[in-house]
């Protein structure tokens, strides 16, 4: 990092954080011109915070060269992570479909929704069996007995399972069904989560934050990879700006973006982002050319009753077609599904 001092800098200032720094184990290389001194900080300074510098009354500014993230970097790590998801490979030259319904709500509303999704192309089934509201009166999920509906559909259907975790206590039960635990967008931040999760054995898909930058975003999947776990995946899934006519704006900017930072595996969530199921297969073949490794697509076989996102849910006949249409897309730009 770069460190540049105010004008007029005393000499025992610029020598007293000198020694602060070099006690901290870095390396300083000192620029001292007639306008103004620089120190080149070399070493480590991914564990340490560049802010705390302007405790200093004497630093005017401080500029981190390298990103914070040090082991989800592309530098660190150069060739593409894959995740593998239940026998599913997530990243390289493949994408991958994960397709449900935002809940888990029957035994038979599964049983038709996985058995469709996977005739048309899913190679992963997404539901939620705890549900995080805005509201405290909408549909919670079904809990426990939600784990134990998805435990029977996939020893019926072979079929990998997502599903998302909202407490570190629920774990145990996750971690005897879930294949790809899903850390959404309200829990992107919570790092006590994150910090459990990095001590288990199993991949984890960490979505966005309605709010939150790129590097937020790797920071927190650095948690994980710090604390172990290197089975991450990424999911853009929307975030909030002054747009309303749709439920987020999704950033296909994101997809690009990723990819030159980091080597972990990148989806696109097009329901959540837009909350239309009109939008749906439009932004699907838009993620898919800009390179992202999969879909995360919400299908409900009988929407207008779903107890929870239906107006973001495709209908079978829907999700076909639109799996048709972004293997054409994948095909072209050398992938395949």
Known sequence: MIVKFR??????????????????GFEIHENIGDEYTLFSVLGD??????????????VDAVVRIREPFKKVSRKSHPTDTVVDVGGVAVGGNKTVIIAGPCAVESEEQIDIIARKVKESGAMIFRAGAYKPRTSPYSF?????????????????????VASEIMSAED?????????????????????A????????DRPILLKRGLANTIEEWLMSAEYLLAGGNDKVILCERGIRT???????????????????????????DPSHASGRWEYIESLSKAGIAAGAD????????????????????????????????????????????
């Open 45 to 58: 300074t991914s564990q340490f915070d560049p802010d705390s510098l302007y405790a200093f009354k004497y």
């Open 242 to 268: 002054f747009e309303t006519a749709t439920r987020a704006t999704l950033d296909i900017s994101a997809v690009p973006v990723l990819k030159s930072l980091t080597h972990l595996p990148v989806l696109i």
């Open 294 to 337: 999969g879909l995360l697509i919400e299908v409900h076989h009988d929407p207008e009753n779903a107890l929870s996102d239906g107006q973001q849910s495709l209908k079978p006949e829907r999700f076909a077609e639109l799996v048709r249409k972004c293997r054409l897309i994948a095909e072209a730009i050398d992938r395949t599904i």
């Open 193 to 200: 989560l994150l910090k459990e999760l990095s001590k288990v």
């Open 7 to 24: 004008d007029g800098t005393k000499k025992q200032d610029i020598e007293f954080l000198k020694q602060h720094l070099l006690a901290l």
């Open 140 to 160: 919670q999920g079904l809990e426990k007995d939600g784990l134990r509906l998805l435990k029977a559909m996939k020893a019926r259907y072979h079929l990998p």
């Open 171 to 191: 774990l145990p039960a996750f971690l005897e069904v879930v294949d790809l635990i899903q850390v959404g967008t309200r829990n992107m931040q919570n790092f």
